[in-house]
């Protein structure tokens, strides 16, 4: 699209036009908007949309079990997210998805969980994985205790704020 107010000055030729063009090919640019003075010249072409097909491969992460422990769901009325025994909930920490994704507790499928029931966690400490658009982050406790409770399965598609694990809180 070109829009001009001043048609006597030809900045913008049509020669001209087609050498943007041939450059925009040339270095694989999608959009080009140039002005000078009252003059304004935009670029747009369309290109081609990329389909990425599904993988061949297994997944990196296949489900695998991981032990969670459950109370039947009338012994937690309150907080139905909560699975493990009944502790001082003021000495109980959570650790939640920070994003939407699918949850993996080990690094790979034939590896031990990064954390199970019964593990000391620290800060810094990784416990699981969650996979978002083909990209694998690695979640730490950002907290530090002991493991009381993993709340989420292997392979599960977890949202952000999904309680994942719970964590008794360090006495120090």
């Known amino acids: 699209m ?3 107010s001043n048609s006597g000055n030809d900045v913008f030729d049509i020669r001209r036009i087609k050498r943007l063009i041939e450059l925009m090919q040339k270095n694989e640019l999608t959009e080009l908007d140039i002005q000078q003075s009252d003059m304004r010249i935009q670029l747009k072409r369309n290109t081609p949309m990329t389909v990425i097909p599904p ?3 297994p997944p990196i992460h296949p489900a695998t079990p991981v032990p969670v422990m459950t109370v039947p769901a009338a012994a937690t009325p309150a907080v139905p997210e909560l699975n493990s025994v009944v502790q001082d909930e003021k000495n109980v920490q959570v650790i939640k998805s ?3 994704g699918t949850f993996y507790a080990a690094p790979k499928p034939d590896a031990p969980p990064f954390v199970k029931i019964g593990d000391t966690v620290h800060a810094d400490t990784t416990v ?3 996979e ?3 990209v694998y982050n690695e979640i730490q406790a950002e907290c530090s205790g002991k493991i009381i409770a993993v709340l989420a399965k292997n392979g599960e598609t977890v949202e952000f704020g999904k309680p994942l694990f719970r964590v008794t809180k360090d006495e120090s």
């Open 2 to 4: 070109v829009n001009s």
């Open 55 to 57: 993988p061949t491969h």
């Open 98 to 100: 920070p994003m939407v």
């Open 128 to 130: 699981c994985i969650i």
């Open 132 to 134: 978002a658009m083909k």
